[in-house]
């Protein structure tokens, strides 16, 4: 039997549930009761200094280990522009993104607290409202797929905004893609309209303008037999897993030339579970 990677297994297990599990785990809960300003998560990320950001309801808590620390919409300067928090992130300079769906995005400096608010107008307020996840190019600009396209960002080195686009034509028809960051800070897209295809996306810079590429890689194969991808990650580097709503395993290897050069179909369990709702 071929050895599988332990990482894979660990996902599989937590695809599966904690209940398959017979080892014990030691668990810290905080709620509301241990001072989390909201019970309701939308959003958690670690950042490059090991520290915790919770986005709720009501705010965003950053966790060290022992206590909280907030940040909230009010009425003063230098607070956030709302309180529903539904995405996190954080860019190669440190900045923490907090994206709420009606009052635009927050970068907040972790070295001195200042929150700037950027898209909070009457017309640009819900922009983020249908944000998954946020991610940066090599250019520094940032980037999000939405029903309505790929909208990308930058902003210049005085925190303004520099450049502003909507790429109305990225997501066809009944093909809204998916979009991680894999292993060596690339960007890759998976459509599944049809077949399943992967490709590179490139966002360039040129004259205050971004432009966006895509470069086919090998895989171009029929869709899952019963359910759609719910979810995929590269592992190694060039190694991609697929997993379907029903439970079905993809593995694809690409060499430097993005030829497919392995495949493998795991078919996880023969129980018809549902993972709709999970994320890797």
């Known amino acids: 039997m071929r050895k599988i990677d332990f990482l894979f297994i660990g996902v599989v297990c937590f695809i599966i549930g904690f209940q398959r599990l017979n080892a014990q785990w030691n668990i810290d809960q905080i709620s509301a009761t241990e001072g989390l300003s909201q019970n309701t998560i939308k959003s958690i990320l670690q950042d490059s200094n090991g520290f915790i950001w919770i986005g709720t309801y009501y705010g965003i808590n950053k966790y060290d280990g022992y206590s909280m620390k907030y940040f909230k919409f009010s009425d003063k300067e230098n607070s956030l522009s709302g309180n529903q928090i539904h995405s996190l992130f954080e860019d190669k300079d440190g900045y923490i993104w907090a994206a709420t769906p009606d009052a635009g995005i927050n970068r907040i400096n972790q070295s001195t607290g200042k929150i700037d ?31 309505n396209g790929l909208r990308l960002f930058k902003i210049s080195e005085r925190g303004e905004l520099k450049i502003d686009t909507l790429i109305t034509n990225f997501n066809k028809k009944n093909d809204l893609r998916q979009i991680i960051t894999g292993k060596t800070n690339k960007h890759w897209v998976l459509s599944q309209d049809g077949n399943l295809k992967l490709k590179e996306l490139q966002i360039e810079e040129h004259n205050d303008k971004l432009l966006v590429k895509e470069k086919p890689t090998g895989l171009d194969r029929p869709n899952f037999t019963k359910g759609r991808v719910t979810n ?49």
Request: a negative charge; aromatic letters at 18%; glycine letters at 2%.
């Open 117 to 147: 608010t950027y898209f909070n107008s009457k017309v640009t307020a819900a922009y983020f409202r249908d944000v998954n996840k946020l991610h940066q190019a090599q250019s520094g600009a940032i980037f999000y797929n939405t029903n």
């Open 232 to 280: 995929f990650f590269e592992f190694p580097k060039n190694t991609f897993w697929f997993v379907s709503t029903k439970l079905e395993m993809l593995k694809i290897t690409l060499d430097d030339n993005y030829n497919l050069i392995e495949e493998e179909f795991v078919n996880l369990v023969s129980n018809d579970y549902n993972l709709s709702l999970i994320h890797i």
